[in-house]
């Protein structure tokens, strides 16, 4: 055997190690995202699943409507799924999946907002429906044409009526304006009238509470949690995008300041997704503090979404952060007790936990999960799935590798 025959042999192993690692990578998101999915939306889609959906509440539950768990559920799981189901249909396996859950998908959004349906979701009592109207007016922002164009025209307007209603709800000065800010930025995004002042008073505020490094906090007290990761981070900088792709203005700004508040937030992002990636230990677990730790891998939105929308930083290489995300992603949902009998989603972190709930807390919250499956929405031909995996931050440095220093960012 002559040493370029050798080396061929070696490059073609190695070739195929690779793409075998990448190839895997995938098709265990693909299925994960499936397993979460498919109960909810193979319910939903026949009217079934306030029906069947086996609630589970917060042994501490504050006695709201328990109804809410159907939308928390529907919303956070299309949230994150939105663009995977963007993707055009192949005869593959996971094509053929993809295409279930989409057929699927535009059923359930039918259900959700037909006052006839027993899904019909509860989206006129109580103050919990602004949360996850929001995760769905998101969905439709994260592709529209494959979510909200197919949707006929009666439904369109209940969506449309629904959103708008919701401005009975004041919401407090958290988190929580950026729920109304993203309701009110997708009736933008379709030519339906809007309130740009929840959109404007949410901007602001955002722009007050950054208390530096990446971080915001969740109204005028820092608390050190994952809501950055929940909602702050993903929905300051989607109702951004919406405003400068509209080329609307913020009262007394001109469209340079507005596009200039996107870059920074993005920046901002990029930091707070290096933070996150060094929070994954070599074994693929992560720190829990802070409230909401039910919503599992939720805590990961900014890293996905950056990787979805190709703005990771450049300390973060494509093949790292997805080896990174699928080590955090089997070492949790290798644990048993994550779902129930009939397949949806329990109470707990890795496992079964319901003491761990908050009193806000059903097994609908913790679709927002979901979250992490963004990257899906990138073809399987992306360098994030075909980059060659490599060793996260944690991994190296813990394995005496070299591995870059941290600094913060100063703006």
Same mark, same amino acid.
């Given at each position: 055997?002559?040493?370029?025959?050798?080396?061929?042999?070696?490059?073609?192993?190695? %070739?195929?190690?690779?793409? %075998?690692?990448?190839?895997?990578?995938?098709?265990?998101? %693909?299925?994960?995202?499936?397993?979460?999915?498919?109960?909810?939306?193979?319910?939903?889609?026949?009217? =079934?699943?306030?029906?069947?959906?086996?609630?589970?509440?917060?042994?501490?539950?504050?006695?709201?409507? =328990?109804?809410?768990?159907?939308? @928390?559920?529907?919303?956070?799981?299309?949230?994150? +799924?939105?663009?995977?189901?963007?993707?055009?249909d192949d005869d593959t396996n996971e094509g053929r999946?993809?295409?279930?859950?989409? @057929?699927?998908?535009?059923?359930?959004?039918?259900?959700?907002? *037909?006052?006839?349906?027993?899904?019909?979701?509860?989206?006129? *009592? =109580?103050?919990?429906?602004?949360?996850? %109207?929001?995760? +769905?007016?998101?969905?439709?922002?994260?592709?529209?044409?494959?979510?909200?164009?197919?949707?006929?025209?009666?439904?369109?307007?209940?969506?449309?009526?629904? /959103?708008?209603?919701?401005?009975? +709800?004041?919401?407090?000065?958290? *988190?929580?304006?950026?729920?109304?800010?993203?309701? @009110?930025? /997708?009736?933008?995004?379709?030519?339906?009238?809007?309130?740009?002042?929840r959109i404007h008073s949410a901007i602001r505020k955002a722009e007050e509470w950054y208390v530096g490094d990446g971080w915001y906090s969740d109204g005028e007290r820092f608390a050190f949690d994952?809501?950055?990761?929940?909602?702050?981070?993903?929905?300051?900088?989607?109702?951004?995008?919406?405003?400068?792709?509209?080329?609307?203005?913020?009262?007394?700004? *001109?469209?340079a300041i507005v596009q200039n508040n996107l870059s920074v937030a993005r920046k901002r992002m990029q930091r707070f997704g290096i933070i996150l990636e060094r929070f994954i230990s070599p074994e693929g677990s992560f720190p829990t503090f802070g409230r909401s730790m039910t919503y599992r891998l939720g805590v990961f939105q900014p890293l996905a979404l950056l990787a979805w929308k190709e703005y990771l930083p450049d300390e973060l290489p494509e093949g790292q952060v997805r080896a990174a995300l699928t080590a955090a992603m089997k070492r949790m949902f290798a644990v048993e007790g994550n779902f129930n009998e009939k397949g949806f989603l329990q109470l707990g972190f890795a496992g079964h936990q319901p003491k761990l709930a908050d009193w806000y807390t059903n097994n609908g919250s913790l679709y927002l999960t979901s979250e992490i499956f963004l990257p899906l929405g990138l073809p399987e031909s992306h360098p994030f799935w075909a980059s060659p995996a490599q060793d996260w931050t944690a991994k190296k440095a813990w394995s005496g590798a070299d591995f870059p220093k941290d600094h913060a960012i100063r703006e």
């Open positions: 055997m002559t040493q370029k025959t050798l080396t061929t042999g070696l490059l073609l192993l190695w %070739a195929t190690a690779t793409f %075998a690692q990448t190839d895997s990578d995938r098709r265990y998101w %693909a299925s994960l995202a499936y397993q979460i999915a498919a109960p909810v939306l193979s319910n939903m889609s026949k009217g =079934e699943l306030s029906k069947n959906m086996q609630l589970e509440l917060s042994p501490t539950w504050d006695g709201r409507d =328990e109804r809410v768990s159907y939308m @928390e559920a529907f919303g956070r799981l299309m949230d994150g +799924i939105a663009p995977w189901l963007a993707l055009p999946q993809r295409k279930q859950l989409r @057929e699927w998908a535009l059923k359930s959004y039918a259900h959700a907002v *037909n006052p006839d349906s027993p899904d019909y979701l509860l989206w006129r *009592n =109580e103050g919990q429906p602004l949360v996850d %109207a929001a995760y +769905i007016a998101s969905s439709f922002l994260r592709a529209p044409q494959q979510l909200w164009a197919p949707l006929d025209t009666l439904t369109k307007q209940r969506y449309i009526a629904e /959103f708008q209603q919701l401005r009975r +709800i004041d919401p407090p000065y958290t *988190n929580w304006l950026l729920f109304s800010a993203t309701i @009110e930025t /997708f009736l933008l995004s379709v030519n339906a009238q809007y309130d740009m002042y994952y809501y950055n990761s929940y909602v702050i981070q993903p929905m300051y900088v989607q109702v951004l995008t919406v405003l400068v792709d509209k080329k609307l203005l913020l009262r007394d700004k *001109n469209l």
